[in-house]
Each structure stands twice: as C-alpha cells, then as structure tokens.
C-alpha cells in the first residue's frame, strides 16, 4: 500500500512541474546512435499509472526510432517560473482505438483532422522511469522523483 501511496505521491509531483506547459521536447536515439528531438503538444496530463501520451502518426520516424530503441527524453521548459524538467523512459506504440478515444481533445483536430478515424493515428505510450527536475532563480540544484525505485521494491 505504502508504494502505491508514494507512487500517486510522485505522480502528482510530476503533474504540479508540467502544469501549463504545453509542448515539450521529446528525444529518441536515431538508427546511427544520434539523439533526434522534436516538439510535441501535450494535451493529456500524466495518467494515474504514471504514463505521459502523446498523439502521433504511426509511419512517423520517431515510431521507427522507438521501435528500435525505446529509451526516450521529454524535457519540458518554463522560463519565466524558472521551472525545467526531464523524463527519462521508455515508449511505445499504442493503436487501441479506446485509449485513443479516451485521451481525445479537440486542440487535436489541428493535427488530425478526421479524429480518431485519421488513418494512421496512434498513441506514443512514455513509461516514466525518473525525472529530473530544477526549480526557481534561488537554486539550480536537480532534485529528481524516481519511479524505477517504486517499482524494484
């Protein structure tokens, strides 16, 4: 019990650093080893299970990069709350049509216009192993919030 309380704990923690910060950089490692990062929108908040989605294409290169590694970054940016985050993890693809249906937003239409029924929409699954995190002018020491250790107990 005490790990799924410090689990929704951290969680949460996470969720307060990404509040309203609505893109962030997500990171794969190319077929030569090179790191490859591009913005995404983000238009779901971190799941109870400590999962960040993001919508995608499931062609898209970055499918092909997780398919062959799946180590991945997503670093989120609030200069003025001098706020900075990093996630390290793993992703993968998700295509069920009820988890697309369920993290659906409107926002998305901009992106993929015909829904959920885009053909070739899909899910980017990012399982959360640690974050790093720095916070305010006064101090820029990382503090980090770990869901590897949560999970190894």
Known sequence: MAN????????????????????????TVDDDGSLHSRPMSIFSDIDADGK????????SHKVLEIQRRQQVNVSFSSPDQQRYISISG????????????????????TWFPQGIDEPNIALLKVNINKAD???????FIPQKISFLELSHR
Do not use: C, G
Request: glycine share 0%; proline share 2%.
């Open 4 to 27: 799924s309380q410090e689990h929704n704990q951290k969680t949460q923690q996470l969720r307060t650093l990404i509040k309203d910060i609505d893109n962030a950089m997500l990171t």
């Open 133 to 139: 995190y720095w916070e305010s002018s006064s101090s």
């Open 90 to 109: 793993t992703a993968e693809l998700v295509k069920d049509r009820n988890k697309l249906q369920e993290k659906w937003k409107p926002e998305l239409q």
């Open 52 to 59: 960040l989605w993001f919508f995608t294409f499931a062609d």
